[in-house]
């Protein structure tokens, strides 16, 4: 591959070659990122919830038992 590329001027090699595996390629890299980011969106989400529901669980419950106590 060294020799191939060993007579090429230094655009083809770091402006040429990628761009061409980007045009090949970036439909893939994109489905690849898109997902990426769908499923850390997705776990954000069901930790925000989870911890909702923790918060709220745990408020209602101190609250019942501190005016059970009054009583």
């Known amino acids: ?3 191939i590329l060993a007579g090429m ?3 083809v090699k770091w402006i040429a070659i990628p761009v061409i595996a980007l045009v090949v390629f970036g439909s893939v890299l994109w489905t690849l990122v898109s997902f990426v980011v769908g499923l850390l969106f997705k776990v954000l ?3 925000a919830l989870v911890g909702g529901l923790i918060y709220l669980v745990r408020k209602f419950k101190d609250d019942g038992a501190s005016s059970r106590s009054e009583w």
């Open 1 to 3: 591959m060294k020799e």
């Open 9 to 11: 001027p230094w655009w």
């Open 45 to 47: 989400v069901f930790a």
